[in-house]
């Protein structure tokens, strides 16, 4: 393919697994993976902060650059017993604004581009930064100001957020001016802050891996850990010569379920095959009629 959008390369790739029987757990973290007591063989026990709790033999630990949080409004006592109720840090779906009086808040490039996204649909929409200056891609902060200029959208600068109101959701937000002090309270159903990412190892750091300036040492003929049965694959790893990008992913990946497989199934053979060739894996696939 000469072109795939992030988007459409993660469509693709679970319209591929479809077939297979497979679980997932979203939106959560894992926090813990701990040695099971286990008579025979090595076992490892994963939880999640959702309190979720996996026993498997093999882990694959595929954390990218460890885990990333939002930034939240500093000043405000738990923005989150709004999420999702009037306060994100992310936008998930077009449809949720449609109709909607909007706040956005911060002054980079996701501030700008949703701005100019949402204004599209959106009931009205403010963008409020502290100074009237953007560290965008100046193509969309020219766009955002011609919105401004045909009223379509309100640049509220310089403001920043000062309280947020409502019972069970969002209703009102106030906003101080950050020369004259003065605070002004708005009607608003939808609150995005788009100040960035925290980046983190996170609980990476207390599994007690051999790690290489914040990235896990692997052997690279199975991309095994300092821990038997748990693999580390994409952009955590850290091995000689090793560059981020998908395709790495996938190598070791393939590579590392080989040695998973043998633990799974010790003495046995690695079934290997070629999706061009072998008619069982077309079937399974659903190409064998194509
Ligand atoms: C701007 C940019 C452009 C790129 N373009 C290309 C390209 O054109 N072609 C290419 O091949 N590569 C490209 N890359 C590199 C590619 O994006 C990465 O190599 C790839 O995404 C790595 O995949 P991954 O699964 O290892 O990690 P990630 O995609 O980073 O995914 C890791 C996931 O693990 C989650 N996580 C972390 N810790 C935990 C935890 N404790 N519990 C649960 N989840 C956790 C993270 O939240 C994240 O969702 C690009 C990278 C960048 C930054």
């Known amino acids: 393919m000469a072109f795939q959008t992030a988007q459409e390369h993660v469509d693709a790739l679970l319209l591929q697994i479809k077939p297979f029987d497979y679980d997932l757990y979203l939106n959560q973290r894992v926090e813990t993976i701990e040695e099971v007591d286990h008579a025979k063989d090595i076992y490892w026990k994963v939880t999640t902060n959702e309190n979720n709790s996996f026993i498997s033999k093999n882990i694959f630990i595929a954390a990218g650059a460890g885990s990333f949080e939002a930034r939240r409004p500093p000043n405000i006592e738990n923005p989150d017993k709004f999420l999702n109720i009037g306060v994100n840090y992310a936008v998930r779906s077009k449809d949720k604004y449609k109709n909607k009086d909007i706040f956005i808040f911060g002054g980079g490039d996701s501030a700008l581009d949703w701005t100019v996204e949402l204004a599209k649909n959106a009931k009205s929409l403010s963008l409020v930064h502290r100074r009237d200056a953007f560290r965008g ?33 969002v209703n009102e937000v106030s906003l101080k001016n950050f020369d004259t002090k003065e ?79 043998k633990r799974i199934h010790p003495g046995e053979r690695v079934p290997f095959g070629y999706t061009t060739s072998n008619s069982k894996l077309q079937k399974k696939l659903g190409v064998l009629d194509k």
């Not at 790690?211 to 821990?227: A, G, R, W």
């Not at 091995?239 to 998973?260: C, M, N, R, W």
């Open 137 to 169: 891609a100046p193509h969309t902060e020219e766009l955002m100001r011609e919105l401004v200029k045909d009223k379509k959208i309100n640049l509220l600068t310089p403001f920043v957020i000062e309280d947020i109101h409502g019972e069970e959701k």
């Open 183 to 261: 605070i002004v309270t708005h009607k608003a159903d939808e609150l995005i802050f788009l100040f960035g990412l925290n980046k983190k190892l996170g609980p990476i750091l207390d599994w007690e891996l051999e790690l290489n300036n914040k990235k896990i040492n692997v052997n690279t003929e199975s991309f095994e850990t300092s821990k038997e049965g748990i693999f580390a694959v994409g952009d955590i790893n850290d091995y000689p010569g090793k560059l981020d990008l998908i395709l790495s992913g996938f190598h070791e990946t393939t590579l590392a379920v080989q040695k998973a497989y």
